[in-house]
């Protein structure tokens, strides 16, 4: 059986790296990995294979930058060509990308099942792309791998019981990660101080609404002054928008990190603020309280068992939750994300269900 698996963002070479381990430990199973080039910064794509130690990708398309629209297209006409010469059995595709819909959209036009993991996550916000691609990738794909009840609860309530699809929860691909690679977290070479507030901000709509952006940098400067010191990986795209705003980020910034840097500074936080919806879950792995800086979130389960509090994008809000949250350990008492065995019950059901 051959399955051709689509990459092109930082959160889906994670989650592919436990996978196609998973798949490369399966009897059956050939695996081409096709890299979309959707992330090009080296810190966003490159290093993920050295780290992870995903095979190289069989496939490059280096298709990144333009519109969404622009930028889909071009990956479904690139994707398309190479579906029609590699003739796999299955396409996987992982989250909620350009990459994902390109991928999942070319597959369904040449009849190649689609699976889809971390199917039927919802934020009920139609204003974010994300939530567009996940949407229409989930209404092509035949297996839906939910990561959570919740995700299984949403397919239904769109009438996914009534088609010929099978929709199963498996768990988090990224907590097998979390839970594999913590052992190989190593420490950013920036000088770090011993106790510090972990952040990030990159999405589009915080970073492209002046008073969103505004509102969130003004809370980050106040924690780093008098709660305590802000660590920031900032990615060029948001640094250039807070600079075109004219906007002053006086708190700790570093580049872009590696994800076993990330996990060091996760592992080593007392608080994880972000507008991530990866980082979410991550903190939660890592017993970390988490304040999230946006209005809905995918990850509603975190929300009722208190470990993630939304806030918006209100100055006074997160300040409000920071101070609440820091220091506070959060126990994953329910296995609400499966206990690390997701990457094997997806391998498990794609050679079961073909």
């Known amino acids: 059986m051959k399955v051709l698996s689509i990459v ?27 890299h979309t080039g959707q992330h090009f910064d080296a810190n966003m794509s490159d290093i993920f294979f050295n780290q992870l130690s995903i095979p190289r990708p069989d496939i490059q398309l280096d298709i990144h930058g333009g519109s969404h629209g622009a930028m889909t297209g071009r990956m479904l006409m690139e994707i398309e060509k190479v579906l029609l010469e590699q003739r796999p059995d299955r396409v996987l595709v992982y989250g909620d990308t350009n990459s994902t819909l390109a991928g999942a959209l070319a597959a369904a036009k040449l009849h190649i099942p689609v699976a889809h993991v ?8 139609m204003q974010m792309p994300e939530e567009v691609n ?85 809370a980050l400067n106040e924690l780093h002054q008098t709660l305590a010191p802000v660590i920031l990986p900032l990615h060029p ?48 792995f890592f017993g970390k309280a988490c304040v999230t800086m946006r209005d809905q979130t995918e990850w509603v ?18 300040i409000a939750a920071a101070k609440i949250g820091l220091g506070r350990q959060v126990k994953d008492t329910q296995q609400l994300y499966g206990g690390g065995k997701a990457a094997q019950r997806v391998v498990s059901n794609i050679i079961l269900k073909g």
């Open 8 to 34: 092109g963002a930082r959160p889906q070479f994670i989650k592919a790296s436990v996978v196609s381990r998973a798949i490369r430990q399966s009897e059956g199973v050939d695996e081409v990995i096709l």
């Open 118 to 125: 971390e199917a039927g996550l919802r934020s009920f916000n």
């Open 134 to 218: 996940r949407i229409l990738t989930d209404q092509i794909s035949d297996l839906l791998f939910c990561p959570t009840d919740t995700a299984v609860k949403n397919l239904k309530n769109e009438g996914f019981a009534n088609k010929l699809v099978h929709v199963l929860q498996v768990g988090d691909v990224m907590q097998d990660a979390a839970l594999l690679f913590a052992k190989k977290a190593v420490a950013p070479a920036d000088e770090l101080p011993n106790e510090f507030i972990l952040a990030t901000l990159h999405r589009a709509e915080n970073t492209d609404s002046p008073e969103r952006l505004a509102a969130i940098v003004s």
């Open 237 to 284: 795209r948001t640094r250039k928008l807070i600079d075109q705003q004219g906007l002053e980020l006086n708190v700790h910034l570093i580049e872009p990190v590696g994800y076993f840097e990330m996990v060091w500074l996760l592992d080593h936080c007392q608080l994880v603020l972000t507008d991530s919806g990866g980082v979410q879950k991550e903190a939660f």
């Open 301 to 318: 389960e975190l929300i009722e068992v208190g470990a993630n509090e939304l806030v918006g994008a209100d100055t006074q809000k997160i």
